[in-house]
């Protein structure tokens, strides 16, 4: 393929790791990768430290273009998809890219792939994605030929590596021009309240530990919050424990809240539900803990243990002290 486009996502003036991954995922199948960013004067990132991953970036700037106005942003990329026309665009698998990715691909009437983590070209210019159905029981393989529509494939995070090589040149940057107005924006934003975090996030840590209905309580996730920082992880947790309230759904992990891609994925009583493991199907290696001997999430497991977490926790909280000392 000559030409792919890749849709940046930035916050507080920096590129988020997806837009890397994406870039990455972009080279894989492209001789050449565009980057599209959106902005206005006060969010607009530097793009001097992106400019030597990819060959061409497409700049678009309007008052309207905040964070997160999927409106704004599927109009702009409209506007730009219909200057330049390519192929294929890579949008990544997060909040905004769930909301603009098939507004974006209904307008275009391209094809439209979602939750996408492997893609490959053949030699007769046959696309191909991987994506995972029925909770990742399955994998799907879907193809399309190109045919002078824009075909938006949504990845999902951690799908490719975000560690990748600068070019020998930087990026040729052109500035496009985007007609936006009030008609446009159908919801609006009155305030943004920025969540206080601390630590890695969720969907870029390595190792996560989640939490599910089998802790009883909100006072176990301290436990959890423990041993996610001995690992240098993220806590994450069922739909069942953020609908009980003991810990905020945007921890959740599934197919109605965030995809994440670890290395390590501990999980403590957690079943395993088909919805649950849409979230983490990607997952390097999961560990599982559960007195539920005929627990579902033992099938998915690298390891398994058996047992009450009452004890097992703070054994595994202690080994971990004393491997870092």
Same mark, same amino acid.
Not at 1 to 7: A, D, Y
Not at 315 to 319: K, P
């Given at each position: 393929? =000559?030409?792919?486009? #890749? %849709?940046a996502e930035h916050k507080s003036k920096s590129f988020e790791n997806i837009t890397y991954e994406l870039i990455s995922a972009g080279r894989s199948i492209g001789e050449y990768v565009s980057l599209v960013v959106l902005g206005n004067a006060s969010n607009m990132p530097n793009i001097e430290e992106i400019s030597r991953f990819v060959d061409y970036i497409y700049i678009a700037e309007h008052e309207f273009l905040n964070e997160w106005d999927a409106d704004a942003w599927t109009s702009g990329l409209y506007d730009i998809c219909s200057q330049t026309r390519p192929d294929l665009l890579l949008i990544g698998k997060t909040n905004l890219g769930r909301d603009v990715g098939p507004r974006l691909a209904y307008k275009l009437k391209g094809r439209f792939i979602q939750d996408c983590f492997g893609m490959q070209i053949d030699d007769n210019n046959v696309f191909t994605a991987?994506?995972?159905?029925? @909770? $990742?029981n399955i994998i799907a393989e879907l193809e399309f030929e190109f045919n002078g529509c824009t075909n938006i494939v949504v990845m999902r995070t951690g799908s490719y590596d975000k560690g990748i090589a600068e070019l020998d040149t930087a990026a040729k940057v052109e500035n496009v021009e985007i007609n936006l107005d009030d008609d446009d924006i159908k919801v609006r934003h009155i305030e943004f309240i920025?969540? &206080? &975090?601390? $630590?890695? =996030? %969720?969907?870029?840590a390595s190792v996560v530990v989640v939490g599910g209905r089998g802790l009883g309580g909100s006072q176990p996730f301290e436990l959890l919050e423990n041993i996610a920082e001995l690992l240098g992880g993220a806590v994450g947790? &069922?739909?069942a424990a953020c609908d009980a309230g003991w810990i905020d759904h945007n921890k959740q992990i599934g197919l109605t $809240?965030?995809?994440v891609s670890p290395n390590l994925y501990i999980t403590v009583g957690v079943s395993g539900a088909s919805q649950h493991m849409a979230g983490c199907s990607n997952a390097k290696n999961i560990v599982a803990i559960n007195q539920d001997k005929d627990a579902n999430i033992f099938k998915e497991a690298s /390891? $398994? #243990? #058996? @047992?009450?977490w009452k004890t097992i926790l703070p054994? %595994? /909280?202690?080994?971990l002290k004393n491997r870092n000392t």
């Open positions: 393929m =000559k030409n792919v486009f #890749v %849709l991987q994506r995972p159905v029925y @909770g $990742g920025e969540e &206080s &975090s601390t $630590g890695v =996030k %969720l969907e870029d947790a &069922s739909r $809240g965030k995809t /390891i $398994g #243990v #058996v @047992g009450d054994s %595994l /909280i202690e080994a």
